[in-house]
């Protein structure tokens, strides 16, 4: 039975067996000076508060030991018990100091939920971060990143270093409480080596939690498909994006600082989508819904049906109830 007791006591955490040591030795001298003196320290808890007080260096002098037995406790409680207790603050201190390099250097597991996980710190996502941060309802934030030493954003974000395709990395990122992943590409390696390290990092994903939704940014075209079969809800093809806004300006460059101009105040006001069925309209044509969204002071753009989405699909055209709006708010 001592043996089991010992053992146990030995697993526990360093600061604990020290704050156990302590309390023991704090309890027995107080004890001792009540039993020693029990004139100057009548009661338990005055010899355990004169204990405290002696072995953490404050002095209140309101109890002090007289008699030789008890000033010797006394010394005896000041080369033991304040050993003790300092080894603890200090125990406290490295631990909290450790606790801190760990999330500054991304080794501390993240234990929120419904959060947003970012894979790879580019410009993109760092612009992708400070606008959610902007929102008053977004959501926790944590960035997985193996080219990072710390972490970029400490106030903003939680930061996991290691490779997003490894297992416990993922773990370590709590991906199976994440709300939503967002894969973006790595810059650092070539266009197909990139978007193949992104595919494994999504299958890894899926692999762990295959209901949460993920949006991949693809740089090649044939790896669109690889992307779609291994489970991307959105695949996000940077390069086209920007080979089309290339070439719109070749063709009409007062056009294209118009859509240019367009794309920030979309980013401004935020594109929203939102359920039909938040709306009691009696009439659901798309020049109806549109005319009652105005009057709150949101533009319709269209409607969201499934995977398909249509812009502007004309005044007759029939809104279902399980459809979502595409609104500039």
Known sequence: MPNSMLSRFLRLPLSLRILSISLIIISTFGLAISVIEPEQFPTLFEGIWWAIITTSTVGYGDYAPTTVFGRITGIL?????VGFLSTYLVTL??????KQNAYLEGKATFKGINHVIIIGWNERSRTLIHSMRKERNSFPITLIDDSLANNPIPESIHFIKGNSNLDEVLIKANITSASKVIITADQGKEELQADMHSILSLLAIKGLNPSVPCIIEILTDEQVSNASRAGADEIVQTNSLTSFVMLSSLNSQDAMIAFLELLKHLKEKNLR???????????MDFMTVGAYLLAEGKI??????GEHSYLNPGPTFSIEKQDELIIIS
Request: no cysteine; hydrophobic share 55%; aromatic share 8%.
């Open 93 to 98: 201190a490295t631990a909290a100091v450790a």
């Open 300 to 305: 319709l753009m269209g409607i969201k049906r």
């Open 77 to 81: 409680l000041i080369l033991t018990g």
């Open 273 to 283: 989508f939102l359920p039909v069925e938040d709306y009691a309209i009696d009439s």
